[in-house]
């Protein structure tokens, strides 16, 4: 099975400067990392095979040959590969993520190494052709198997892409990458703390793919920097787009960055979860669930969850006795556009009562979450179903449950 880069790879040497050209230095750098690379791929292909998981091993043994063409150990064992393949067994990445995952990290941190010695030593050019490889390297793979370079190997290929030098600083963690134009230590304290808040998301959802890719974060230096660089207005803490999270240092009215981070974090996984369906669910549900988490406090290593958000809770209660609160019947059908400040507190009271309220909650709301998942929901007939009551019997309870939250 072929992985589609063959014509990169040719065009790629063909534009590359002739090996003569270059110095023994460069020639002996490059060599080291494309065997390296190779070897990394020559291991995975050889755990592939052992696994019975021919098509994978061939896909790995012609990666590394575009990378090393003159590797030994990568020529016979796809030579022998058509003696050794019997019954394939399936689904090899999904039972060896981790593998997998390694084989693939170290194959791009070689390259990332060589591209910023190409860059020391003013080889620009050619560096830029690698940079250019690399990029195309493990999209041409097969989507099955996951890849996310080291944090190391990240800041360097950031640090000298056009993004990264927009910004004041950039910090590569675990599983995201920071664009900032504040101060490091915040940037090194939320990164810390989104690493922790994404393990823990992966238990919390039952989310185990590996990461393909470190996840934007891009933290403007204040408010007003925020606004002019997005078009959000004054009421806008920060958002998730699908493809990054947004803020800002300094947080928005009683939310602190790291809670804005926390709630984005929450859509990061719901889109993670629900794919597509994240964007037609129910915005009390999207933002109720994030509201949910966004309060959540550090301890050790682990996320507490089903913290109260206090000024949320108190404004909820106020209207809840006044009678100027948005009925669970109008609540349930809010689009996004109709949803206030305000709605976010009723969103995380639902929530909170979903999980909270009574015995078998949490059954209850991972019975509703599974039918968003599916796109099964019917709005207020999915509630009185899950429920086993009318809407007006729900709306009830929740209004006691959330008036005797302390």
């Known amino acids: 099975m072929r992985h589609g880069l063959g014509i990169v790879t040719l065009l790629i040497f063909l534009l590359a400067p002739a090996q003569a050209d270059l110095p023994r230095k460069i ?76 084989a693939h990290r170290e194959c791009g941190d070689e390259l990332v190494e060589l591209i910023a010695f190409l860059e020391e030593e003013g080889y620009h050019e050619l560096a830029s052709i690698r940079r250019s ?14 890849t996310l370079l080291s944090p190391e190997s990240r800041e360097l290929f950031i640090g000298q892409s056009r993004e990264g030098q927009e910004w004041k600083l950039t910090l590569c963690s675990k599983y ?49 920097q925020f606004m002019s660089a997005t078009g959000m207005g004054p009421t806008t803490g920060g958002f998730y787009d699908g493809s990054r999270i947004v803020g800002f240092h300094g947080g928005l009215h009683g939310l602190s960055v790291l809670e804005v981070l926390f709630h984005e974090g929450t859509h990061q996984f719901q889109g993670l979860i629900l794919g597509q369906n994240m964007w037609g669910a129910q915005t009390w549900f999207i933002e109720g669930l994030a ?58 009271a639902l929530v909170y009562f979903f999980v909270h309220g009574a015995k078998g909650g949490r059954e209850r709301f991972v019975d509703y979450f599974t039918r968003v998942q599916n796109g099964t929901y019917e709005g207020v007939a999915t509630f009185e179903e899950i429920f086993d009551k009318p809407i007006e019997e729900i709306e009830a309870a929740w209004k006691d449950f959330v008036l005797g939250l302390q």
């Open 27 to 102: 020639e002996s750098r490059q060599a080291k990392a494309f065997d390296d690379a190779g070897d990394a791929l020559y291991k995975l292909g050889r755990f592939c095979v052992k696994n019975r998981a021919y098509d994978e091993a061939r896909e790995q043994f012609e990666l590394g040959l575009e990378l090393a063409p003159e590797h030994s150990k990568l020529q016979k064992a796809l030579a022998d590969l058509d003696d050794e393949a019997g019954e394939p067994k399936k689904s090899f990445a999904e039972k060896y993520p981790e593998e997998c995952f390694e």
């Open 176 to 224: 995201y990458d920071f664009f900032s134009n504040g101060d490091a230590k915040e940037v090194a304290d939320y990164a810390m703390a989104m690493d922790l808040m994404y393990e823990n998301y992966c238990d919390i959802f039952k989310y185990t793919e590996m990461p393909r890719a470190a996840f934007p974060v891009l933290l403007y230096a204040n408010q007003q």
């Open 133 to 146: 490889q690399l990029e195309g390297l493990f999209t041409a793979v097969d989507a099955r198997f996951p």
């Open 291 to 348: 509201v949910y988490f966004e309060a959540s406090k550090i301890q050790g290593k682990k996320l507490k969850t089903g913290q109260i958000p206090r000024e949320r809770l108190n404004s909820l209660k106020r209207g809840l006795r006044a009678d100027a609160y948005t009925s669970l019947r109008d609540l349930i059908r809010l689009e996004q556009s109709q949803f206030t400040g305000y709605h976010y507190a009723h969103g995380w």
